[in-house]
C-alpha cells in the first residue's frame, strides 16, 4: 500500500466528515428558519447563532473538494462529470442560501423578510440532499467505464442509495442544528431543542444508519462493522445527553457518531475512491487515480503547516462567540431606508 495516496485518501476523509459536522448545523439551523421559528423574533435568535461562523464553516466545503482535485485528479473528473447535475443543483443552493442570509436584514418589509427565510430554508435543505446524494453515490457507485467516463444517460446517477445519502445528510443536519441551538440559545429554542432531540433524534439519524449499512454490507471486513457499532452508540450517548439536558455532550456525541460512522464507511471502500457499477475492473482506487508523488509530498508539506493554524483559528472564533442567546439580546427591528 503507497504511503501518500493512503495519507491523501485519510486527509480528503477527514475534510468532507469536518465539512459535514460543521456546515450540517448550519444547514440544520438554516432549514429550522421555516421548519420551526414562529415569529420574526425568533428567526433573528436562530440566524445570529450561524452569523459569526456560517461562511468560515463553508470553507471546508471549497477545501475538500480542491484537495480532491489536486490529489485525486481523476477521481474529481469522473464524480463531478457525472454527477454535474446535482453539483448544479448544490451550488445554486449554496448561493441561494448565502445571499438571503445577506439580504434578509435588508429587507425593508415583513413580506420579503419571509421570502429571504423560505429562500435559505429551501436552500439549506436542498443542498444537504444534493450533497448526501453525491457522497453516497462516491461510495456505492456510478456506471464508469474503463476511461473512468459515466455511461447512460444524464440521470445514470440516480439510486436508492443515492436518495438514502440525501435523507442522511438532511436528517443528521435537522439533529445537529437543534443540537447546536441547545449549546448555543436560552428561552424557546433551547426549550423546542430539548423536546425535539428527546423525541424524533432516532428518526433524524435513520437514514444515515442504513446508509453505513448498505455500504459495510459489501465487503467481509470486521472493523468497519465494529466502527458503525461505535456510531450507533455514540448515537445513544446523544439521545440520553438530550434527555438530562446536557446541551454540550449532545452536541459532541452526534459529532462522534458522525466521525465513527464515517471512519466505518471509508474504510469499507478502501482502496477503492469511485467504484464502478459496470465492472470492479473499472474502479477508481486511490492508487490509480492520484497525482504523481511529487504533487503529493508538496502538498503533504502544505497541508501539515497549514492545516493547524486554520483549526486554531476556528477554535478561536468558536471561543470568542461562545455565548448563549436569548430573544432578550436581539434588538429591535428598524426601518432602514434607502440613500
Same mark, same amino acid.
Request: with cysteine; charged share 10%.
Given at each position: 500500500?503507497?504511503?501518500?495516496?493512503?495519507?491523501?485518501?485519510?486527509?480528503?476523509?477527514?475534510?468532507?466528515?469536518?465539512?459535514?459536522?460543521?456546515?450540517?448545523?448550519?444547514?440544520?439551523?438554516?432549514?429550522?428558519?421555516?421548519?420551526? &421559528?414562529?415569529?420574526?423574533?425568533?428567526r433573528r435568535v436562530?440566524?445570529?447563532?450561524?452569523?459569526?461562523?456560517?461562511?468560515?464553516?463553508?470553507?471546508?466545503?471549497?477545501?475538500?473538494?480542491g484537495a480532491t482535485?489536486?490529489?485525486?485528479?481523476?477521481?474529481?473528473?469522473?464524480?463531478? &462529470?457525472?454527477?454535474?447535475?446535482?453539483?448544479?443543483?448544490?451550488?445554486?443552493?449554496?448561493?441561494?442560501?448565502?445571499?438571503?442570509?445577506?439580504?434578509?436584514?435588508?429587507?425593508?418589509? &415583513?413580506?420579503?423578510?419571509?421570502?429571504?427565510?423560505?429562500?435559505?430554508?429551501?436552500?439549506?435543505?436542498?443542498?444537504?440532499?444534493?450533497?448526501?446524494?453525491?457522497?453516497?453515490?462516491?461510495?456505492?457507485?456510478?456506471?464508469?467505464?474503463?476511461?473512468?467516463?459515466?455511461?447512460?444517460?444524464?440521470?445514470?446517477?440516480?439510486?436508492?442509495?443515492? =436518495?438514502?445519502?440525501?435523507?442522511?445528510?438532511?436528517?443528521?443536519?435537522?439533529?445537529?442544528?437543534?443540537?447546536?441551538?441547545?449549546?448555543?440559545?436560552?428561552?424557546?429554542?433551547?426549550?423546542?431543542?430539548?423536546?425535539?432531540?428527546?423525541?424524533?433524534?432516532?428518526?433524524?439519524?435513520?437514514?444515515?444508519?442504513?446508509?453505513?449499512?448498505?455500504? =459495510?454490507?459489501?465487503?467481509?471486513?470486521?472493523?468497519?462493522?465494529?466502527?458503525?457499532?461505535?456510531?450507533?452508540?455514540?448515537?445513544?450517548?446523544?439521545?440520553?445527553?438530550?434527555?438530562?439536558?446536557?446541551?454540550?455532550?449532545?452536541?459532541?456525541?452526534?459529532?462522534?457518531?458522525?466521525?465513527?460512522?464515517?471512519?466505518?464507511?471509508?474504510?469499507?471502500?478502501?482502496?477503492?475512491?469511485?467504484?464502478?457499477?459496470?465492472?470492479?475492473?473499472?474502479?477508481?482506487?486511490?492508487?490509480?487515480?492520484?497525482?504523481?508523488?511529487?504533487?503529493?509530498?508538496?502538498? &503533504?508539506? =502544505?497541508?501539515?503547516?497549514?492545516?493547524?493554524?486554520?483549526?486554531?483559528?476556528?477554535?478561536? =472564533?468558536?471561543?470568542?462567540?461562545?455565548?448563549?442567546?436569548?430573544?432578550?439580546?436581539?434588538?429591535?427591528?428598524?426601518?432602514?431606508?434607502?440613500?
Amino acid at each position: 500500500m503507497e504511503f501518500l495516496p493512503t495519507f491523501w485518501f485519510i486527509l480528503v476523509a477527514v475534510l468532507w466528515v469536518g465539512y459535514l459536522f460543521l456546515d450540517g448545523f448550519d444547514l440544520g439551523v438554516g432549514m429550522l428558519m421555516r421548519g420551526w &421559528a414562529r415569529n420574526e423574533s425568533q428567526r433573528r435568535v436562530i440566524l445570529n447563532t450561524i452569523g459569526p461562523v456560517w461562511d468560515g464553516n463553508e470553507v471546508w466545503l471549497v477545501t475538500a473538494a480542491g484537495a480532491t482535485f489536486a490529489a485525486f485528479p481523476l477521481w474529481y473528473a469522473a464524480l463531478f &462529470a457525472g454527477l454535474y447535475i446535482p453539483l448544479t443543483i448544490t451550488l445554486l443552493a449554496l448561493i441561494l442560501r448565502a445571499v438571503s442570509i445577506e439580504y434578509r436584514g435588508k429587507a425593508l418589509t &415583513a413580506r420579503n423578510r419571509d421570502r429571504w427565510d423560505w429562500c435559505m430554508a429551501g436552500g439549506s435543505a436542498v443542498a444537504a440532499f444534493s450533497i448526501g446524494l453525491m457522497l453516497a453515490v462516491s461510495t456505492t457507485g456510478l456506471p464508469l467505464n474503463a476511461n473512468g467516463d459515466r455511461v447512460g444517460g444524464p440521470f445514470a446517477w440516480l439510486s436508492w442509495e443515492g =436518495v438514502v445519502g440525501g435523507l442522511a445528510v438532511v436528517g443528521f443536519s435537522l439533529a445537529m442544528g437543534w443540537a447546536y441551538l441547545g449549546l448555543k440559545t436560552d428561552g424557546a429554542p433551547r426549550e423546542a431543542a430539548h423536546r425535539h432531540l428527546t423525541r424524533w433524534l432516532p428518526l433524524y439519524l435513520l437514514p444515515m444508519g442504513a446508509w453505513g449499512v448498505a455500504v =459495510v454490507s459489501r465487503q467481509d471486513s470486521l472493523i468497519p462493522w465494529i466502527l458503525l457499532a461505535l456510531a450507533l452508540a455514540a448515537a445513544l450517548g446523544a439521545l440520553m445527553a438530550a434527555q438530562l439536558r446536557r446541551e454540550g455532550w449532545t452536541f459532541i456525541a452526534l459529532g462522534a457518531s458522525l466521525l465513527t460512522g464515517a471512519a466505518g464507511i471509508f474504510l469499507a471502500v478502501f482502496p477503492v475512491v469511485l467504484p464502478s457499477t459496470i465492472d470492479p475492473a473499472f474502479n477508481l482506487t486511490a492508487m490509480n487515480a492520484s497525482s504523481s508523488e511529487y504533487t503529493l509530498n508538496f502538498m &503533504a508539506w =502544505v497541508a501539515v503547516i497549514m492545516v493547524p493554524i486554520i483549526l486554531a483559528y476556528s477554535a478561536f =472564533v468558536y471561543w470568542v462567540f461562545r455565548q448563549r442567546l436569548h430573544e432578550t439580546h436581539i434588538p429591535e427591528s428598524h426601518v432602514v431606508t434607502p440613500v
